[in-house]
């Protein structure tokens, strides 16, 4: 059974950086999955969940939403069956729960998520 955990998210002021991380276990092929980071602000149903960036199984291929283009970098270590997200400069809009899953999304590597706050 996959558990996914994700840490690292909290209340900040606008222009802040916070690294977030996801710990996935139960799989001992986590190396083979893309990756990816997603996030569901307030107000928005589970659906509607928007893909932040997202990261092939080596770590070489990075994806962004444009809204997050040069301020978050999406990293992963392998060995550590981890994926990083490092949020800089960060904005009010980025307030959400900050979700980490494959990428496409596998219903049973949803976890609980990290919320981040991004207050003025």
């Known amino acids: 059974q996959v558990q996914v955990e994700e840490s690292g998210g909290g209340l900040v002021q606008a222009g802040d950086s916070v690294m977030l991380s996801c710990v996935v276990s139960g799989r001992r092929t986590f190396d083979k999955y893309a990756m990816g980071w997603f996030r569901q602000v307030p107000g928005k149903e589970r659906e509607e969940r928007e893909c932040?960036?997202?990261?092939?199984?080596?770590?070489?291929?990075?994806y962004y939403t444009d809204s997050v283009k040069g301020r978050f970098t999406i990293s992963r270590d392998n060995a550590k069956n981890t994926v990083y997200l490092q949020m800089n400069n960060l904005k009010l809009e980025d307030t959400a729960v900050y979700y980490c899953n494959a990428n496409p999304p596998k219903d049973e590597f949803w976890g609980q998520g990290t919320r981040v706050t991004v207050s003025s």
């Open positions: 932040v960036a997202t990261i092939n199984y080596s770590g070489d291929t990075t």
